[in-house]
């Protein structure tokens, strides 16, 4: 059973919104801290984001930081 509610078709860098890649992107789950099912990924909060990436993930997304914990906040 597939729970995506959201499909995009690229992602890009926040700084450059042209250099877009083009890949299909689905949101298939968003939660909190607290484990809270969201129907939407909220404004200011932090959140964690199950995305599916079709055919693969792109290097754009591969290649970002990891965060070593929920308080690690280098945006």
Do not use: H, N
Not at 39 to 57: C, H, N, S
Request: one cysteine or more; proline letters at 8%.
């Amino acid at each position: 059973m597939s729970c995506a509610w959201s499909r995009d078709e690229c992602c890009f860098p926040a700084a450059d919104e042209g250099d877009a890649t083009w890949v299909t992107v689905m949101v298939v789950a968003v939660t909190q801290q607290f484990g809270k099912p969201f129907d939407g990924i909220p404004r200011g909060w932090k959140t964690l984001a199950l995305l599916r990436f079709e055919p693969e993930v792109p290097a754009l997304i591969s290649d970002l930081p990891t965060a070593s914990g929920w308080y690690d906040d280098r945006a």
